[in-house]
Nanobody, 123 residues
Framework: QLQLVESGGGLVQPGGSLRLSCAAAGFTLDYYAITWFRQAPGKEREGVSCVDKSGGMTNYADSVKGRFTISRDNAENTTVSLQMNSLKPEDTAVYYC???????????????WGQGIQVTVSS
């Protein structure tokens, strides 16, 4: 069974940093673009960042540009990370990683999803 598992979430103070990881179980990410989505309470799910299959192309939502960095992490191509710096209270949400064919912020284009992980930015 193909699974994506997120890790690295938690509680952090404003201005702090967290590094989220998306690990693939049962498959490699060679043939997939990876997108990080987030959903805050009472809000729609939104795309945060994505990376294409090669790692050569990335995209970021305007709200996180300059603060978040997405990367493919290892030679085995089984992990994608999202480094989040200068975190703000409005970054509080459940973060999901998703695998699809292209780097996109459309949820419908993602094939495999993780369960999500909570990120809370609060003093």
């Amino acid at each position: 069974q193909l699974q994506l598992v997120e890790s690295g979430g938690g509680l952090v103070q404003p201005g702090g940093s967290l590094r989220l990881s998306c690990a693939a179980a049962g498959f490699t990410l060679d043939y997939y673009a990876i997108t990080w989505f987030r959903q805050a309470p009472g809000k729609e799910r939104e795309g945060v960042s994505c990376v294409d299959k090669s790692g050569g192309m990335t995209n970021y939502a305007d709200s996180v540009k300059g603060r978040f960095t997405i990367s493919r992490d290892n030679a085995e191509n089984t992990t994608v990370s999202l480094q989040m710096n200068s975190l703000k209270p409005e970054d509080t949400a459940v973060y999901y990683c998703a695998a699809g064919k292209v780097c996109t912020f459309l949820s419908s284009d993602s094939i495999h999803w993780g369960q999500g992980i909570q990120v809370t930015v609060s003093s």
